[in-house]
């Protein structure tokens, strides 16, 4: 039965690259406002339902929906114009730039402002408005004394931060965090988690976490899916999801 | 059918000859990665040494033949890959294009400077007689050239082939190409398997340079090169991968060729056209076509994250107070230059900085394209050709004022570049490298032919066709004109990226994933940024024109382009400082070069600094000559800083690792990031 208020709708969708299934019939849906983990072993399929959310891959069979409107032939940047932030596994950042410069290209980027026209009148410095939402955006995360910094001269920690703030300045409706917490130590896993806790109830945005730290994930969301070899294998809250039989079967590889 | 015949026999030779390279292009990205620019230059350089050593020394045939392929070749793809090739990480494409270039345009100008007479004629055949007939099929006779391509064709694949598929040197090799790291940790000498790949790769290449020496009666570059565009084609349709389908490529476009040529018209414009367009057409057809193509270069290497990150064309980052220094020391540059342009100048040298400032506009393209875009465009001089003939044919034909017909040109320019975004739009790197070369080669030799002419006569720039004076001998109309438009395009291109296309095309080049993820439209700004180039380019090329006083296709050849392309890379790709330096540069360096002993290579001389200048852009992107700058700009900034308490950095808030790198930005607060 579909949940009420539903943002995000991914029903059966199937991906697979020369004949292995990576999602096989996989059907999701995320709340305006909640917060989702999804959790599996390596190669359960989690990025790859990612990436054909966001529009990195397309998907061979399914259906996917944001806020009512399909994404399946939309591409890639039309769907994060359309509020979808997202974080990467691996730290995608733009080496040549600021930490201030990522928030204005993506907020530009997101609401369209950026025109040749304005670059050539030399209309393009930024806007009050526009200056106060980054501030606004650095202060959330704890960026703020770091804004003028080339991102270049940062530790891999607060890239991901500048990743997150990157989303997060485009005011999403959804935050895809891919596996925020990937080679972080567990002091910067656990203050990662909190600031993302901490957005995500003061924006009140939906957001999908793809994370190997359970802990993090115990933490941080509403609700728990649990996928493997490409298939949801069980949903429901944190713990309940962990004692689960197939799931304990699926990471432990023991026959209960 | 013996018709038929009659045309397409003939062709099958001159189709192993595009076959025979085509495999060794094959072979060397195959083995090492690389899809080798400079193969043709490889293969030029062995048949003039063979030429040379027979004509000239009188060595005897196999000797000499021994000294250019079998020891010569070989050392020089060793060469290529000791000094050159294996300094680049796999995923660096950008950097092995630049590195080929480098070598294309660099191999026939040292062959120039060291071989004072450069012309050579008449190369002997190695294995058959060129000019005996040696049987008939269908009536067409057969002689030594096509014998000695067929053969030599087939036994270089059928060598190549059991090379790789049968010995165990083949699978170290098509193992190393995957991952050199992976087959080390093997146990196999990665490095010996790679050295091994450029030095066969090699003698593939003076092997094939030798025996289509006779093919052509005087040996020259351009031949070559041309042939290489014809082997890229080939080889491009069998994905670089299948040398079987090379060859067969190779063969069927020779086979079209001399069918085109039997069943067309003679003389006709179709004929000509076709004719000449033909393996550039095959060449354009397989990027557009075959999708294996859109992710060439891209590195498979499962180990390629232990590399360091691919250095980027990084801003300078000042202090303020340096960053004053500098603004004030250009504008008191730019005063001092213009009050001498227009009072004591000699005359010559105000013609060499006029020139100077026209190139500077056409090198601002550059800036544009690769500083900007992060692509690499070989067809700059191209667009700038375009933007000079529309002008001047419009001044002929409509008698429309030069300086007018220069933005109808710009335009023209710019169009045509859209049409290139759009049919390069899904290649990137190597595939976009290979499309701009071939449209700058279908330019050279159809439409350039075409409108270089105004009733058989080459096209000159009168004062009629420009007015205000400019072309005054006496007067500085042309430097207050060049100077007006170099000011409005760097002008542009700086608020361009200063504002939010910059920013744009800067986040397109850091990570085009993050980029279109965060709503940038990629195919857009791909679009836009070849637009604004070409547009540049165009009035650039008038610019030039009006400078030389003629309309030369020569100026805006292929040639050309890739020399553009060295000339700017070395001073500095990534600016528009790095634009005007590569203007004056160039026709500084060239006007020195006068000065000198013809004997010591003249222009050759000034082709070979560049060469060798843009090899530096593996270690130093921004250009060599920014590179220094920055030095001593860093240098300068100690001096003056010295004794300042250095601010507190900033202490990591939330989740933070160790600062890396750029640890003068780190210690100051408020950078100031200069372009």
């Given at each position: 039965?579909p949940?009420p208020d539903?943002l995000l709708?991914v029903?059966?969708?199937s991906?697979?690259?020369g004949?292995?299934?990576?999602v096989?019939g996989?059907?999701m849906?995320v709340?305006r406002g909640?917060?989702v983990?999804?959790?599996g072993?390596?190669?359960?399929?989690?990025?790859t339902?990612?990436n054909?959310?966001c529009?990195?891959l397309?998907?061979?069979r399914?259906?996917?929906d944001?806020?009512?409107?399909?994404l399946v032939?939309?591409p890639?940047f039309e769907?994060?114009?359309?509020?979808?932030g997202?974080?990467?596994?691996?730290?995608?950042?733009?080496?040549?730039?600021?930490?201030r410069?990522h928030l204005l290209v993506a907020?530009r980027?997101?609401?369209?402002t950026?025109?040749?026209w304005?670059d050539l009148c030399?209309?393009s410095?930024?806007?009050t408005?526009?200056?106060?939402k980054?501030?606004?955006?650095?202060g959330?995360?704890g960026l703020?004394?770091r804004a003028?910094?080339p991102v270049a001269?940062l530790g891999?920690g607060?890239?991901r931060?500048v990743?997150?703030a990157?989303?997060l300045v485009?005011?999403?409706?959804?935050?895809m965090?891919?596996?925020?917490?990937?080679g972080?130590?567990?002091?910067e896993t656990?203050e990662l988690?909190?600031?993302?806790?901490?957005v995500q109830?003061d924006?009140?945005?939906?957001?999908v976490l793809?994370?190997?730290?359970l802990?993090?994930?115990?933490e941080v969301v509403?609700r728990t899916v649990v996928?493997n070899?490409g298939?949801v294998i069980?949903?429901g809250?944190f713990?309940?999801?962990?004692?689960?039989?197939?799931v304990?079967?699926a990471?432990?590889?023991?026959?209960? | 059918m013996?018709?038929?015949l009659?045309f397409?026999?003939?062709?099958?030779?001159?189709?192993c000859?595009?076959?025979?390279v085509?495999v060794g292009?094959?072979?060397t990205y195959?083995a090492?990665?690389?899809?080798?620019?400079a193969?043709?230059a490889?293969?030029?350089l062995s048949?003039?040494?063979?030429?040379y050593?027979?004509q000239n020394e009188h060595?005897p045939v196999?000797l000499?033949?021994?000294?250019s392929?079998v020891?010569l070749?070989?050392?020089?793809?060793?060469v290529?890959d000791r000094f050159l090739?294996?300094?680049?990480?796999?995923?660096?494409v950008?950097a092995?294009l630049?590195?080929?270039i480098?070598m294309l345009v660099?191999?026939?100008a040292?062959?120039?400077?060291?071989?004072?007479?450069?012309?050579q004629?008449?190369?002997?055949?190695?294995l058959?007689?060129?000019n005996?007939?040696y049987f008939?099929?269908?009536?067409?006779p057969?002689?030594?050239?096509d014998?000695?391509s067929v053969?030599?064709?087939?036994?270089?694949l059928?060598?190549l082939l059991?090379?790789?598929?049968?010995?165990?040197?083949g699978?170290?090799?098509?193992?190393?190409?995957?991952?050199?790291r992976l087959?080390?940790?093997?146990?196999?000498?990665?490095g010996?398997?790679?050295?091994s790949?450029w030095a066969v790769?090699?003698?593939?290449?003076?092997?094939?340079?030798?025996?289509?020496?006779?093919?052509y009666g005087?040996l020259?570059?351009s031949?070559y090169a041309?042939?290489?565009?014809a082997?890229?084609?080939?080889?491009?349709?069998?994905?670089?991968r299948s040398?079987?389908?090379?060859?067969l490529?190779?063969?069927l476009?020779g086979?079209?060729v001399?069918?085109?040529?039997?069943y067309?018209?003679?003389?006709s414009?179709?004929?000509s056209?076709?004719?000449?367009?033909?393996?550039?057409?095959?060449?354009?057809g397989a990027?557009v076509l075959?999708?294996?193509?859109?992710?060439l270069?891209?590195?498979?290497?499962?180990l390629?994250?232990?590399?360091?990150p691919i250095p980027p064309?990084?801003a300078?980052?000042?202090a303020?107070?340096?960053?004053r220094?500098?603004r004030?020391?250009?504008?008191?540059?730019l005063?001092?230059?213009?009050v001498?342009?227009?009072?004591?100048?000699?005359k010559?040298?105000?013609n060499v900085?006029n020139?100077?400032l026209?190139y500077?506009?056409v090198?601002?393209?550059?800036?544009?394209i690769?500083g900007?875009g992060?692509q690499l465009s070989?067809?700059q001089?191209?667009?700038?050709?375009?933007?000079?003939?529309t002008a001047a044919?419009?001044a002929?034909?409509?008698?429309?004022n030069?300086l007018?017909?220069g933005?109808v040109g710009?335009v023209?320019?710019?169009l045509v570049a859209?049409v290139?975004?759009?049919?390069?739009?899904r290649?990137?790197?190597?595939?976009?490298a290979l499309?701009t070369i071939a449209?700058?080669?279908l330019?050279?030799?159809?439409?350039f032919?075409e409108?270089?002419t105004?009733h058989g006569q080459?096209i000159?720039?009168t004062?009629?066709?420009v007015?205000?004076?400019i072309?005054?001998?006496?007067?500085h109309?042309?430097f207050?004109l060049a100077?007006v438009?170099?000011t409005i395009?760097?002008?542009?291109?700086?608020?361009?990226?200063r504002g939010?296309i910059g920013?744009?095309?800067?986040a397109?080049?850091?990570?085009?994933?993050?980029?279109s993820g965060?709503?940038?439209?990629?195919?857009?700004?791909h679009v836009?940024?070849?637009?604004?180039?070409?547009?540049?380019?165009?009035?650039?090329?008038t610019?030039?024109?009006?400078?030389?006083?003629?309309?030369?296709?020569?100026l805006f050849?292929?040639?050309f382009s890739?020399?553009?392309?060295?000339?700017v890379?070395t001073t500095?790709?990534?600016t528009?400082?790095g634009a005007i330096?590569a203007?004056?540069?160039?026709?500084v360096?060239q006007?020195?070069l006068t000065?000198v002993p013809?004997r010591l290579?003249?222009?050759?001389l000034l082709?070979?600094f560049?060469a060798f200048?843009?090899?530096?852009?593996?270690?130093?992107?921004?250009?060599?000559?920014e590179f220094?700058k920055?030095r001593?700009?860093?240098?300068?900034?100690?001096?003056?800083?010295?004794?300042?308490?250095?601010?507190?950095?900033?202490p990591?808030t939330?989740?933070?690792g160790?600062?890396r790198?750029?640890?003068a930005a780190?210690?100051?607060p408020d950078?100031?990031?200069?372009r």
């Amino acid at each position: 039965m579909p949940l009420p208020d539903v943002l995000l709708r991914v029903d059966e969708v199937s991906k697979s690259f020369g004949g292995i299934a990576a999602v096989n019939g996989v059907s999701m849906e995320v709340r305006r406002g909640e917060s989702v983990g999804l959790v599996g072993p390596n190669g359960a399929g989690k990025t790859t339902l990612f990436n054909c959310v966001c529009g990195q891959l397309r998907p061979e069979r399914g259906g996917i929906d944001l806020d009512g409107r399909p994404l399946v032939d939309m591409p890639t940047f039309e769907r994060a114009r359309l509020g979808i932030g997202r974080t990467y596994q691996r730290v995608e950042v733009f080496p040549d730039m600021t930490v201030r410069d990522h928030l204005l290209v993506a907020h530009r980027a997101r609401w369209r402002t950026g025109r040749l026209w304005r670059d050539l009148c030399n209309l393009s410095k930024p806007t009050t408005e526009e200056s106060a939402k980054v501030d606004a955006v650095l202060g959330m995360v704890g960026l703020d004394e770091r804004a003028d910094a080339p991102v270049a001269s940062l530790g891999l920690g607060l890239c991901r931060l500048v990743e997150l703030a990157r989303a997060l300045v485009t005011d999403p409706m959804i935050l895809m965090a891919d596996e925020p917490s990937s080679g972080l130590d567990v002091h910067e896993t656990r203050e990662l988690g909190a600031v993302l806790r901490q957005v995500q109830r003061d924006q009140g945005m939906a957001m999908v976490l793809v994370e190997h730290d359970l802990g993090m994930v115990a933490e941080v969301v509403d609700r728990t899916v649990v996928m493997n070899l490409g298939e949801v294998i069980a949903e429901g809250d944190f713990a309940s999801v962990m004692a689960d039989p197939a799931v304990r079967t699926a990471y432990l590889g023991v026959q209960e | 059918m013996e018709h038929f015949l009659g045309f397409a026999i003939p062709g099958i030779p001159y189709g192993c000859t595009y076959a025979l390279v085509a495999v060794g292009l094959v072979l060397t990205y195959q083995a090492t990665g690389v899809l080798n620019f400079a193969y043709g230059a490889q293969a030029y350089l062995s048949a003039f040494v063979f030429t040379y050593l027979v004509q000239n020394e009188h060595l005897p045939v196999a000797l000499s033949f021994v000294i250019s392929v079998v020891v010569l070749a070989p050392v020089v793809g060793l060469v290529l890959d000791r000094f050159l090739f294996r300094k680049i990480a796999p995923a660096n494409v950008i950097a092995k294009l630049v590195t080929g270039i480098s070598m294309l345009v660099g191999i026939p100008a040292i062959l120039a400077i060291i071989f004072t007479n450069s012309n050579q004629y008449n190369a002997p055949s190695i294995l058959f007689n060129p000019n005996v007939v040696y049987f008939r099929i269908a009536g067409t006779p057969i002689n030594g050239i096509d014998i000695t391509s067929v053969v030599a064709t087939a036994a270089t694949l059928a060598a190549l082939l059991v090379l790789l598929r049968w010995s165990s040197l083949g699978l170290q090799m098509r193992g190393a190409v995957e991952s050199r790291r992976l087959v080390e940790l093997d146990g196999v000498n990665g490095g010996r398997v790679v050295a091994s790949a450029w030095a066969v790769s090699g003698l593939i290449a003076g092997l094939a340079g030798v025996l289509l020496a006779p093919v052509y009666g005087q040996l020259q570059f351009s031949d070559y090169a041309a042939l290489m565009v014809a082997a890229f084609a080939a080889a491009a349709w069998a994905v670089l991968r299948s040398l079987p389908v090379a060859v067969l490529v190779g063969v069927l476009m020779g086979v079209t060729v001399t069918l085109l040529q039997g069943y067309l018209p003679v003389g006709s414009i179709w004929s000509s056209a076709a004719l000449t367009s033909l393996p550039f057409v095959v060449l354009v057809g397989a990027l557009v076509l075959v999708p294996g193509l859109r992710t060439l270069g891209q590195a498979k290497d499962p180990l390629a994250s232990v590399d360091p990150p691919i250095p980027p064309t990084t801003a300078a980052i000042r202090a303020p107070e340096i960053d004053r220094v500098i603004r004030i020391a250009w504008v008191v540059m730019l005063v001092v230059f213009a009050v001498s342009m227009l009072t004591w100048m000699p005359k010559i040298w105000e013609n060499v900085f006029n020139a100077g400032l026209a190139y500077s506009v056409v090198f601002l393209s550059i800036t544009l394209i690769t500083g900007m875009g992060g692509q690499l465009s070989l067809c700059q001089a191209t667009l700038a050709g375009v933007g000079a003939f529309t002008a001047a044919q419009l001044a002929n034909h409509l008698g429309l004022n030069l300086l007018v017909g220069g933005l109808v040109g710009a335009v023209a320019a710019a169009l045509v570049a859209v049409v290139l975004a759009f049919a390069s739009v899904r290649l990137r790197g190597l595939g976009l490298a290979l499309m701009t070369i071939a449209a700058a080669l279908l330019f050279d030799n159809t439409v350039f032919a075409e409108v270089s002419t105004v009733h058989g006569q080459p096209i000159t720039v009168t004062s009629h066709s420009v007015g205000l004076g400019i072309l005054d001998p006496n007067g500085h109309a042309f430097f207050v004109l060049a100077m007006v438009v170099l000011t409005i395009c760097v002008v542009l291109v700086l608020r361009v990226r200063r504002g939010s296309i910059g920013r744009f095309l800067g986040a397109m080049q850091g990570s085009s994933t993050a980029a279109s993820g965060i709503g940038v439209n990629l195919t857009w700004m791909h679009v836009l940024v070849f637009a604004l180039s070409g547009a540049v380019a165009g009035v650039g090329g008038t610019l030039l024109s009006i400078n030389q006083q003629s309309v030369n296709p020569e100026l805006f050849s292929w040639s050309f382009s890739l020399v553009f392309v060295v000339v700017v890379v070395t001073t500095g790709v990534s600016t528009t400082e790095g634009a005007i330096q590569a203007g004056f540069g160039y026709v500084v360096l060239q006007q020195l070069l006068t000065y000198v002993p013809a004997r010591l290579g003249g222009n050759s001389l000034l082709i070979v600094f560049f060469a060798f200048g843009a090899l530096t852009y593996v270690a130093h992107p921004e250009g060599i000559l920014e590179f220094q700058k920055r030095r001593w700009t860093l240098r300068m900034e100690r001096l003056v800083l010295r004794g300042r308490p250095a601010p507190a950095a900033a202490p990591p808030t939330g989740p933070g690792g160790e600062p890396r790198g750029l640890a003068a930005a780190d210690a100051d607060p408020d950078p100031v990031v200069g372009r």
